[in-house]
């Protein structure tokens, strides 16, 4: 009897493929399990088991697989389906899915190059033929496993690999990263000569006479007893009014110590503390949460900005691990939430993963081993978008940090899913619950709370009973008619900065970076140098002298002259962080100025070491975009400023207003959350908008409602679907010709639900022109019928000769 698989190739072809094995191997086999195939004439592809079965497809011969690589599935049967989902809800394959999902080193292929690890040193460890490859390796540093093929004269390799990869004797090209450089921060003790009462008595008497060193360790001594916790240098100097140079005295004459200690997100301690005692409010969500959770799958927590959100979070999940069970908790963007890392890590300690697609291949693998065989280590996973994916065997609860946030959607490469969405889905596969939780919930997620469909938990006080900052509209039209305008700031603004100033208090600044990147133009002949690959103006980075295109990365040296007219009239407009950072330096020069924006953030941590600086106050002001709004929590910010607000409320998106609402008072969230009530000072040219007013009056029901009134006359989500499609092409006509093909072939059928083809606001990005075409699908119309008549549209697109070579993309739910 013929046995035969299904499996499932990396490849954005949207059908499984068949492949002939023997009666042993089907035994052996089980779904989930990896196989190496050959593909076309020449390549061998890693492919995923999906059916075992005894059906020889009819149109062709099956070809014969390579090896099986594994011994136990890597990928379990709720995750299959879980993908099937994905594949079918985003229109896309589930091969791209699993190309998301597996780490790189599970799907090795033909073009993977290896590399030898020149740490590797036991020899002794390896087989004949893996010993084979190594040595080759010694003559030619890279290989592509089609090359090792040769070199050992046969087929299946792919398991030497993988057995070289975890013997460590080698790795994969894309392996090689940044190594993580965790930053140290400097605590002070006492020295361990004075352990003894005595001794200490002795300490005090000696340093009689040296006032200011005396008063350093008394100081020690104070902080040792108000905070019962490790002391860092900088407390230490602020408490003690000393220098750095006195410190290093004490440290010379042995009576205190400095060290060190990471702040590394990785490898955990144990868990130190308990879970933080709620108070009566936090008490009362708590358990409306739990009660809730009987009766809903899904359950919005819609608690205002630090109403202490995360500590309920903590509690829950303590509940879920105390039983043995899994917790995924997402964060819209991991390298903004290092300080929710250090936050849970302190009550659970060596039970958290942190998933990332920045993180190395290894850490990916060990913490998919770690999930997939249920090791204490992976019992809290967190993560961005990309961890809903991971192998979870025994899912207890999902918590989606932040739900509202527009970075839980992927945009390219394909699968473009929403990582919210496809949580709810994956915790149906779990029959588990989900938490959705936010200041300032997305429109969609409150419709299904109106609509009955999700459960709802609304928790209104701050934690301490610090209330909500006080917001002041500040109208620059008004300031700039009455010359009361220094650079981007009112009059007024000078003075709230001067005053959290002189009260030793932080200041956030808020500049949107949408529409308002600085351009430069000629004032003699009115030109602005574009992007040559793109349909954009540069933008102007003062800091480098340079232009750059924020689209494809093209740059080059402020020129002197205008391109154009070649008169030396090249003007900078507009305002970027950049200039608001240098107009701040001119008016505070005491201050500390800091900016936070994709420049100064460059590189795997150049976020944490920002949000250190300043969470150290080693920043005065901190200038920054939509990156300072996501859920940091600082203790000494009592002002926050917003530049200007109208450039965001003006966005051409139908989301703009919601957007704009949530970016406000997230932002307006970070002030004043410890002590004593903050300040918001916005400036807006319209202070009489209804976003703005409801801002003010932290209104968040009047803005849903005057939203989805909205939405309904303009038909828009969540009142419909949208599905978007793009098509791209670097010749225009090309485009043109094939968008008004698509578009009419969708008119035909779904009629006056179907926008464009319109050209984007910047129609042209790496050299292709764009084009594109909205579908919007009423609820009461059936989805997956409507997307089967998508599909066929695009597979009758792409039969098309002369449209073969322009790109097609179908993003559903886009943003
Ligand atoms: P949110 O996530 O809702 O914005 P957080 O969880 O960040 O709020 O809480 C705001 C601040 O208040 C944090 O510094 C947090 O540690 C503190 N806090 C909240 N609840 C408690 C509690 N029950 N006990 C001690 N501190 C708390
Ligand atoms: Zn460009």
Redesign the pocket.
Known sequence: MNHFINVILPIPLQKLFTYQITEAEAKYLKIGMRVAVPFGKTKIFTALVFEIHLLSPEAYEAKEIHQILDKEPIVTIKQLTHWKWIANYYMCSIGEVMRASIPTAFLLESETLILKNEKFENEEILNDDEYLIYEALERKPVLKIKEINDILNKKGVIADINNLIDKGAIHLKEEIIQQYKPKLIKYVRLHKKYESNESLNQLLENINKAKKQREVVLSYFSLQAKLNKPIKMKELQIEANASSAIINALVKKEIIEIYSIQTDRISFDKGISNV????EY?DIALNEIRDLFNKFDVNLFH?I???????IYAHLIKEVLDAGKQVLYLLPEIALTTQIIS?LQSFFGDKISVFHSKYSIDERVEVWNNLLYKKEKAQLILGARSAVLLPFSDLGLIIVDEEHETSYKQYEPSPRYHARDTAIVLAKIHQTKVLLGS?TPAIESFSNVKENKYGYIKLDRR??DVLLPETELVDIKEKHRKKRMTGHFSDRLLVLIQEALDNKEQVILFQNRRGYSPIVECSTCGVAPQCPNCDVSLTYHKYRNELRCHYCGFNRAMPKTCPACENPTLDSKGFGTEQIEIELQNLFSQAKVGRMDSDTTRGKYGYQKIISAFQEQEIDILVGTQMLTK?L?FNHVSLVGVLNADNMLNFPDFRAYERSYQLLVQVS?RAG?AKKRGKVAIQTFNPYHQILQQVTTNDYEQMYKDQIDERHAFHYPPLVRLVKITLKHKDFSKVSKASDWVGRSLQNIFHENILGPTSPAISRVRNLHIKNILIKLPKNRPLGRSKEIIQKIKNSFQSIGEFRSVRFIVDVDNY
């Open positions: 933080k005692d709620l108070n936090q608690g900005t630090s109403s202490g959100k995360t500590e936050r200041a934690y301490g859920g929590d969230g959350r």
